[in-house]
């Protein structure tokens, strides 16, 4: 077995539960959970206010145009083409340091070298994300079909903002998985028994 760390990437659709299935796994496989701390790591490295990298990170995502009101060089694309460059040194440095798991932000590209990589994305059809958003996550259903599309759509036009060799969200994932037949707890599972034969773990599951 490789001596190098081995990383577990999730990408997902918005309500189909990747974040929740992401920390079941990380509980699974005794190994860290990272999400929004990378924001916070990225607002030390740069010195910035947590908040300001937060909205920075927002506008990258869902406003493709925003850049346009600024010259070339400064302002918010700046910001946000820094942003992701720093966010990206944050991945490969956890992926060299640690077994991890790590949700989001294109990791599965910008790790795309790393050979004990396992990147997984996770889908469900849009009604059972409906019903996610509306009994999981607390929101109602006017919010919850306007964030499935505004969040979605944001995902793609960051990805293909910079990971300009994608072809589809799915280029870098080596497992697509809906969760909608299996659920939170078994589709955690499940990529934990991948993890585990592809990546040689060594994880006991019960």
């Known amino acids: 077995m490789s001596d190098e760390h081995y990383v577990i990437t999730i990408s997902r659709q918005f309500g189909s539960m990747g974040r929740s299935i992401a920390k079941e796994l990380s ?5 860290y959970f990272m999400d929004r701390d990378i924001v916070e790591q990225t607002a030390k490295r740069l010195g910035m206010p947590l908040s300001t990298v937060a909205d920075a990170e927002e506008r990258s995502k869902h406003n493709p145009f925003w850049y346009r009101k600024f010259p070339l060089g400064i302002g918010p694309l700046a910001a946000e083409d820094e942003i992701f460059q720093v966010q990206s040194n944050i991945i490969r440095d956890m992926a060299d340091k640690q077994d991890c798991i790590i949700v989001g932000r294109c990791a599965e590209s910008v790790l795309r070298s790393h050979k004990r990589k396992l990147s997984v994305y996770i889908k ?32 793609v036009r960051y990805r293909e903002r910079y990971i300009e060799d994608a072809e589809d969200p799915f280029s870098d994932c080596s497992v697509i998985l809906d969760s909608s037949v299996f659920g939170i707890s078994e589709t955690a599972r499940i990529i934990a028994l991948i993890a585990n034969e592809t990546l040689h773990c060594s994880v006991i599951l019960n």
Do not use: S, W, Y
């Open 27 to 31: 509980g699974i496989m005794g190994i």
């Open 124 to 155: 469900a059809p849009f009604e059972q994300r409906l019903k996610n958003c509306t009994d999981l996550l607390g929101m109602d259903e006017k919010t919850a079909m306007r964030m499935i599309h505004d969040v979605d759509l944001a995902r």
